[in-house]
């Protein structure tokens, strides 16, 4: 029966591609969860909208997630606050486990979500809905920017003729801090069906409604994971372009998914 089953199924992945096929399935079978953390993510986004009065506000806006990471945090926000482009507010979603003391800088915002969600698109989208720019970056807590990063992206995106998101080559770290690989693979969204090379860490794009991350509930054993599910999504009707330098310092957890990049 598995013989007769997977000559079928073989057939698909190669149509379709496995990661488009995975996310249909888990968009059928973890829809509800969706739904709850829909609701959540509205009566959170417009609880913290009240206590930072104003929505910050500038040329780009850079969200950062955060959990239990407090030195990991710190460093991520200096790499933010210290980019070259100035026109920039950086807000920090923590997820529901309290934050650290952070730099006074007035581009700095710090909110954290009443309870723990464990669904990372809930928090970034919470971050993208508190704030207003033309543009966005993401950088999780245990990742790294070169001080170039929303330069170069920013300089592609506003180009004549140029692109509605960029996103650069990402440098691979191990734990130990010595480099692993650069991981620079140019956009193509054929491609992107059957590989998971997009990372939203070296993500920049313009504001639209498409700019929302996936709410299914993906525990770790759930692919594709919400940084493929975005990028790949918001490049329908919109041009995506890869940058090839790498302007990301990214740690590789052992665990990961994509140690096999």
Do not use: C
């Not at 591609?17 to 829909?38: C, H, I, Q, S």
């Not at 945090?73 to 003391?101: C, K």
């Amino acid at each position: 029966m598995r013989r007769v089953l997977r000559g079928p199924w073989e057939l698909l992945k190669r149509r379709f591609g496995w990661l488009v096929l995975y996310e249909l399935r888990n968009k059928v079978l973890l829809a509800p969860t969706a739904l709850r953390l829909r609701r959540f993510e509205d009566a959170e986004t417009a609880r913290l909208a009240r206590t930072l009065n104003r929505r910050p506000t500038a040329r780009v806006a850079t969200v950062i997630a955060t959990h239990r990471r407090p030195e990991a945090l710190l460093r991520a926000v200096r790499s933010a606050l210290e980019q070259t482009v100035r026109d920039q507010v950086v807000i920090v979603v923590d997820d529901g486990a309290g934050l650290p003391e952070l730099p006074a800088d007035p581009r700095l915002f710090a909110v954290s979500l009443r309870r723990n969600t464990g669904v990372a698109g809930v928090v970034r989208n919470v971050g993208i809905r508190l704030t207003a720019s033309r543009y966005v970056a993401f950088l999780d807590d245990d990742n790294l920017w070169e001080p170039e990063h929303l330069q170069e992206a920013l300089a592609a995106l506003t180009a004549p003729g140029g692109p509605d998101g960029v996103y650069t080559a990402l440098r691979r770290v191990r734990p130990d801090g010595t480099d692993m690989d650069v991981l620079s693979v140019p956009f193509d969204r054929r491609r992107a069906a059957h590989e998971a090379f997009l990372d939203t860490n070296a993500f920049v794009a313009r504001r639209t409604r498409a700019l929302r991350f996936s709410r299914l509930r993906r525990t770790p054993e759930v692919l594709p994971r919400e940084d493929w599910e975005l990028i790949r999504r918001y490049s329908r009707g919109r041009r995506v372009a890869h940058l090839a330098r790498p302007t990301v310092r990214y740690l590789v957890n052992p665990g990961s998914f994509y140690t096999s990049w």
